[in-house]
């Protein structure tokens, strides 16, 4: 029997999911409600989960992080992503934290069983063709995505919003020398030259959203 992890912060959801998985003859042994919580149930198993379904807008530690640290912890555990956004910029960056299928909530009781299958037997699950070939690619790292640091990540976050480097440097409780150092790094690994083509990678790789603005992604 294969069993399951599930992680989302709604409890009715996560509730539905595990009572939907169960039905279908899955065993869900783990119910989290945010990326902290899973992470800490994974490192006190006796027993771990063989797939884990993984939202991404989760408090404490979203989807990215928690999928980052089961690929670097338990590479044997399959993530497939169980999520509202549908838009690529996320499930490109899922895929490259390793994530290995992406369902969106909206998807048929089927289409949700035959993800698990897939991911379990075959070692991932698209549902378009396309789709299919666009993220192995990056699973087999033919398309690259940008490793950035933490800081990094933090401070093209708030170039998105527009701060300063001496704001970002307060914001950071870091001195705008270091600011400047990696916004450097971040202009080589991004490919860019300026702070605007900054936003716009944030954009393109998945760091920040699109809504009536730009806006930080899931903090």
């Known amino acids: ?61 979203n989807g990215f992080e928690t999928a980052e640290e089961i690929r670097d912890s338990w590479p044997e555990i399959r ?34 069983r035959e993800a698990v299958m897939s991911v379990y037997h075959k070692g991932a699950y698209f549902s378009d063709v396309e789709e299919q070939r666009y993220m ?5 790292g033919e398309i690259k995505h940008p490793k ?11 170039c998105c919003d527009e701060l300063s480097a001496a704001e970002i440097a307060t914001r950071m409780h870091t001195s705008a020398k270091a600011v400047d150092s990696h916004k450097h790094n971040l202009f080589n690994k991004l490919a860019v030259k300026t702070t605007a083509g900054l936003v716009k990678a944030a954009i393109k790789y998945g760091y920040v959203q699109v809504d009536t603005g730009t806006s930080p992604v899931l903090k």
């Open 1 to 61: 029997m294969i069993k399951i992890a599930i992680a989302d912060d709604h409890l009715v959801v996560r509730e539905g999911i595990a009572s939907l998985l169960g039905k279908m003859g899955f065993e869900v042994i783990i119910q989290a409600a945010n990326g902290v919580e899973l992470l800490q149930r994974l490192k006190d198993a006796d027993v771990l989960p063989d797939v884990c379904l993984l939202d991404i807008s989760m408090p404490l530690k």
């Open 79 to 112: 993530v497939l992503v169980v999520t509202v956004h549908s838009e690529s910029l996320y499930f490109t960056r899922m895929i490259a934290a390793g994530a290995k299928g992406y369902v969106t909530k909206d998807a048929r009781a089927d289409v949700l």
């Open 136 to 140: 192995r690619s990056i699973a087999r």
């Open 148 to 158: 950035l640091t933490a800081a990094e990540t933090e401070v093209l976050r708030l």
